[in-house]
C-alpha cells in the first residue's frame, strides 16, 4: 500500500487491474485504491509478471503493506507502489495470506484474456476476434499494442472514481455522457451517484486535512516571512509572452511563481527536503506540490517533479495537466508523493497574502496572493504598479529566519525579472 501523504495510514484496495500471470512494465497501472481524499491509481516499479495478489478488492490495509508479488525473472520483489515518505507507517508487518485473483483472466472466443489485456483492448477499440493468439490461446498485452496500427483506436475515459460507483450500481459506464474534461465521464455524470459521492468523500478528506495541519502545528515551530514584489516588469513581459497565442498555449502567471520558487530551491537547498527523525534530509531534486482546490471540496497536492528543470511554458503544461486530473480524479499513486516544497496560491480568489501551514515532512511551504495595485516608487515617481505579496512558512529546526529571508528575496528577485523567468 502506497504512501500517499503524510496524513495517510492505510487505504482500501478498489481493484486490480491485473491478474497472477500478467505481464507489467515499470509505471503500468496496475490496482486503483481509494484514500480519504481520493481515488488514485496505483503504478507498478518494476517490471516481471504477476506471481501473487496478496489482498483482496475491499480490504483496507496499512500503509507499507505488500499488495503484489512481481516476478522479475530471478526473483519475486514486493510491489508497493511508491516508497513510504519519511516519517509515514513503513514498518515491516506481517505479510497478508495470498490470494486467488479478484479478476481471474477469461476466455473470448477461444482466447484467454487477462483483465489488463480487457482493458486495454477496451480503451484502444480492438476487436478482440481479430487479434491473433500465442499457440496456447493466451492474448498478451504486447498483441493488442500491436494490433493498434490495424484498427481505429477510441478512448473512453472515466475517472476512477466514476467507474466505481457505475459497477456498484451496475451501470455500464459505455452509455453515459460524459461532462468532465474532453468528455470524460466524472462522478456526476453516474445516475443518482454525484451526491452520495460528495457526501462520501468530502467529509473524510476534510478530515484527513485537519488531522494533518493539527500534527503540523502541534510539531513543527512556524516563521513568517512576507515580501511584496513590483510585478510591472514581469506582468508585461507575460503579456507579451502571450501575445498571439491561443488561450491553450498561454502561461499563466501561477507557472512563473512555481517556477521561482523552483529555482530558488535549487539555490537555498536548506528549504528544499525533509525534517526526519531530528535530522534535515536535503531532497533528491525539486519537486514542487501544488495545492489544489477540488470541485467537489477538499484539497489534493501533487507533485511536480524536478521542476527546476522545466522552462515556462512545460511548467505550464505540466501544472495545467496536475491540476486538470487531479479535479478528476486521475492522479497516479507517484503523483501524490515525494513532495520537497509546497506552493499554495489564492490569487484567484482576492486573497493578498496567505499564510500555509507546513506540510510534514517537508519544511517549507510558499503563499502568492493576487496581484493589487499599489502606489510605488518608480524612477522618482510615485506610480501605480502590480504588486504581489509573497509569504513563506518555514520549520525552525531545519531554518531560521536569515536563510528564510534569503530563500523569499530570491524568490522576488526572480519574479522581478521576467528574462529569467520566460
Same mark, same amino acid.
Given at each position: 500500500?502506497?504512501?500517499?501523504?503524510?496524513?495517510?495510514?492505510?487505504?482500501?484496495?478498489?481493484?486490480?487491474?491485473?491478474?497472477?500471470?500478467?505481464?507489467?512494465?515499470?509505471?503500468?497501472?496496475?490496482?486503483?485504491?481509494?484514500?480519504?481524499?481520493?481515488?488514485?491509481?496505483?503504478?507498478?516499479?518494476?517490471?516481471?509478471?504477476?506471481?501473487?495478489?496478496?489482498?483482496?478488492?475491499?480490504?483496507?490495509?496499512?500503509?507499507?503493506?505488500?499488495?503484489?508479488?512481481?516476478?522479475?525473472?530471478?526473483?519475486?520483489?514486493?510491489?508497493?507502489?511508491?516508497?513510504?515518505?519519511?516519517?509515514?507507517?513503513?514498518?515491516?508487518?506481517?505479510?497478508?495470506?495470498?490470494?486467488?485473483?479478484?479478476?481471474?483472466?477469461?476466455?473470448?472466443?477461444?482466447?484467454?484474456?487477462?483483465?489488463?489485456?480487457?482493458?486495454?483492448?477496451?480503451?484502444?477499440?480492438?476487436?478482440?476476434?481479430?487479434?491473433?493468439?500465442?499457440?496456447?490461446?493466451?492474448?498478451?498485452?504486447?498483441?493488442?499494442?500491436?494490433?493498434?496500427?490495424?484498427?481505429?483506436?477510441?478512448?473512453?475515459?472515466?475517472?476512477?472514481?466514476?467507474?466505481?460507483?457505475?459497477?456498484?450500481?451496475?451501470?455500464?459506464?459505455?452509455?453515459?455522457?460524459?461532462?468532465?474534461?474532453?468528455?470524460?465521464?466524472?462522478?456526476?455524470?453516474?445516475?443518482?451517484?454525484?451526491?452520495?459521492?460528495?457526501?462520501?468523500?468530502?467529509?473524510?478528506?476534510?478530515?484527513?486535512?485537519?488531522?494533518?495541519?493539527?500534527?503540523?502545528?502541534?510539531?513543527?515551530?512556524?516563521?513568517?516571512?512576507?515580501?511584496?514584489?513590483?510585478?510591472?516588469?514581469?506582468?508585461?513581459?507575460?503579456?507579451?509572452?502571450?501575445? +498571439?497565442?491561443?488561450?491553450?498555449?498561454?502561461?499563466?502567471?501561477?507557472?512563473?511563481?512555481?517556477?521561482?520558487?523552483?529555482?530558488?530551491?535549487?539555490?537555498?537547498?536548506?528549504?528544499? +527536503?525533509?525534517?526526519?527523525?531530528?535530522?534535515?534530509?536535503? +531532497?533528491?531534486?525539486?519537486?514542487?506540490?501544488?495545492?489544489?482546490?477540488?470541485?467537489?471540496?477538499?484539497?489534493?497536492?501533487?507533485?511536480?517533479?524536478?521542476?527546476?528543470?522545466?522552462?515556462?511554458?512545460?511548467?505550464?503544461?505540466?501544472?495545467?495537466?496536475?491540476?486538470?486530473?487531479?479535479?478528476? +480524479?486521475?492522479?497516479?499513486?507517484?503523483?501524490?508523493?515525494?513532495?520537497?516544497?509546497?506552493?499554495?496560491?489564492?490569487?484567484?480568489?482576492?486573497?493578498?497574502?496567505?499564510?500555509?501551514?507546513?506540510?510534514?515532512?517537508?519544511?517549507?511551504?510558499?503563499?502568492?496572493?493576487?496581484?493589487?495595485?499599489?502606489?510605488?516608487?518608480?524612477?522618482?515617481?510615485?506610480?501605480?504598479?502590480?504588486?504581489?505579496?509573497?509569504?513563506?512558512?518555514?520549520?525552525?529546526?531545519?531554518?531560521?529566519?536569515?536563510?528564510?529571508?534569503?530563500?523569499?528575496?530570491?524568490?522576488?528577485?526572480?519574479?522581478?525579472?521576467?528574462?529569467?523567468?520566460?
Amino acid at each position: 500500500m502506497p504512501s500517499l501523504g503524510a496524513d495517510m495510514d492505510e487505504g482500501t484496495l478498489v481493484s486490480w487491474l491485473v491478474a497472477v500471470g500478467d505481464r507489467v512494465t515499470r509505471g503500468d497501472i496496475v490496482a486503483v485504491v481509494q484514500t480519504e481524499k481520493s481515488d488514485i491509481e496505483v503504478e507498478v516499479f518494476e517490471t516481471g509478471q504477476v506471481a501473487e495478489l496478496l489482498v483482496e478488492p475491499g480490504t483496507t490495509v496499512e500503509v507499507g503493506t505488500p499488495l503484489a508479488r512481481i516476478d522479475s525473472g530471478s526473483t519475486a520483489t514486493t510491489s508497493r507502489g511508491p516508497e513510504p515518505t519519511p516519517g509515514s507507517q513503513s514498518e515491516a508487518r506481517p505479510v497478508p495470506r495470498p490470494v486467488p485473483a479478484a479478476s481471474p483472466a477469461r476466455r473470448h472466443a477461444g482466447r484467454v484474456l487477462s483483465p489488463l489485456v480487457r482493458r486495454d483492448a477496451r480503451r484502444l477499440g480492438i476487436d478482440l476476434g481479430r487479434v491473433r493468439p500465442a499457440p496456447d490461446g493466451t492474448i498478451h498485452r504486447d498483441d493488442i499494442a500491436a494490433a493498434v496500427p490495424a484498427a481505429r483506436p477510441t478512448r473512453r475515459r472515466v475517472s476512477p472514481y466514476a467507474r466505481r460507483l457505475a459497477m456498484e450500481g451496475s451501470i455500464d459506464v459505455s452509455t453515459l455522457s460524459g461532462t468532465g474534461p474532453s468528455g470524460a465521464v466524472v462522478a456526476r455524470d453516474v445516475p443518482g451517484a454525484a451526491p452520495a459521492a460528495a457526501k462520501r468523500t468530502v467529509d473524510p478528506m476534510r478530515t484527513a486535512i485537519a488531522r494533518t495541519m493539527e500534527r503540523s502545528n502541534r510539531e513543527i515551530p512556524h516563521y513568517y516571512l512576507s515580501h511584496t514584489v513590483d510585478m510591472a516588469a514581469t506582468v508585461e513581459a507575460l503579456a507579451a509572452h502571450n501575445d +498571439g497565442r491561443s488561450p491553450r498555449d498561454r502561461v499563466l502567471l501561477a507557472a512563473l511563481e512555481l517556477r521561482a520558487v523552483a529555482l530558488a530551491a535549487r539555490k537555498v537547498d536548506e528549504m528544499n +527536503g525533509s525534517w526526519v527523525d531530528g535530522t534535515f534530509v536535503p +531532497g533528491d531534486g525539486v519537486h514542487v506540490a501544488t495545492i489544489v482546490a477540488l470541485r467537489g471540496g477538499g484539497l489534493l497536492a501533487p507533485v511536480i517533479r524536478d521542476a527546476d528543470r522545466l522552462d515556462a511554458d512545460e511548467t505550464m503544461r505540466s501544472l495545467g495537466d496536475v491540476v486538470e486530473r487531479a479535479r478528476r +480524479g486521475a492522479l497516479r499513486s507517484s503523483e501524490l508523493s515525494g513532495a520537497t516544497i509546497t506552493v499554495t496560491n489564492l490569487g484567484e480568489d482576492g486573497v493578498e497574502a496567505i499564510f500555509g501551514v507546513i506540510h510534514p515532512p517537508q519544511v517549507a511551504i510558499v503563499g502568492f496572493g493576487g496581484l493589487v495595485e499599489r502606489p510605488v516608487v518608480a524612477q522618482g515617481r510615485i506610480v501605480a504598479h502590480p504588486t504581489l505579496t509573497v509569504t513563506l512558512a518555514a520549520d525552525h529546526r531545519a531554518t531560521d529566519g536569515r536563510i528564510g529571508g534569503r530563500f523569499l528575496a530570491r524568490v522576488a528577485a526572480l519574479l522581478r525579472s521576467p528574462e529569467r523567468l520566460l
